[in-house]
C-alpha cells in the first residue's frame, strides 16, 4: 500500500504563486508514474498534469500549461506543483495519485492511489 499526503494548499490572490507537495510512504513510489487533478463541488475530478516515473516526461491540461511545473525527487519520495499565474478559476481541491501500471495517464480511473486532498483558494 501507498500513503500519499498532500500539503501547500492555501489562500492566494490571483497572479500569485503556490508549491504543493505531495508525500508518499508505505512504500517507494520511484517506479511509478504520479498525477495532479483536481475537483470542485459538483464537478468530477480533472486532470492537472502528470509525471513519469524518471520525470522525464510531463504532461498538462491545457488550462494550466504555462503556469503550472510538475516535478518529482524520487529520494525523497515526493512530487510537486509549482503553480505561478494563479487564476480565480484554479480554486479546487487537488489531489495527488500514484498510478502503478505503466502512465501517466490523464484518466483518474488509471489510477491506484490517492491523497486526502487540500484546498487551493484563489481570491479575485
Known amino acids: 500500500q501507498v500513503q500519499l499526503v498532500e500539503s501547500g494548499g492555501g489562500l492566494v490572490q490571483a497572479g500569485g504563486s503556490l508549491r504543493l507537495s505531495c508525500a508518499a510512504s508505505?512504500?517507494?513510489?520511484?517506479?511509478?508514474?504520479m498525477g495532479w487533478f483536481r475537483q470542485v463541488p459538483g464537478k468530477e475530478r480533472e486532470f492537472v498534469a502528470a509525471?513519469?516515473?524518471?520525470?522525464?516526461?510531463?504532461y498538462y491540461a491545457d488550462s494550466v500549461k504555462g503556469r503550472f511545473t510538475i516535478s518529482r525527487d524520487n529520494d525523497k519520495n515526493t512530487m510537486y506543483l509549482q503553480m505561478d499565474s494563479l487564476k480565480s478559476e484554479d480554486t479546487a481541491v487537488y489531489y495527488c495519485?500514484?498510478?502503478?501500471?505503466?502512465?501517466?495517464?490523464?484518466?483518474?480511473?488509471?489510477?491506484?492511489?490517492w491523497g486526502q486532498g487540500t484546498q487551493v483558494t484563489v481570491s479575485s
Open positions: 495519485a500514484v498510478e502503478v501500471d505503466f502512465g501517466p495517464s490523464v484518466d483518474a480511473e488509471e489510477y491506484d492511489f
Open positions: 508505505g512504500r517507494t513510489v520511484s517506479n511509478y508514474a
Open positions: 509525471i513519469s516515473w524518471k520525470g522525464s516526461r510531463t
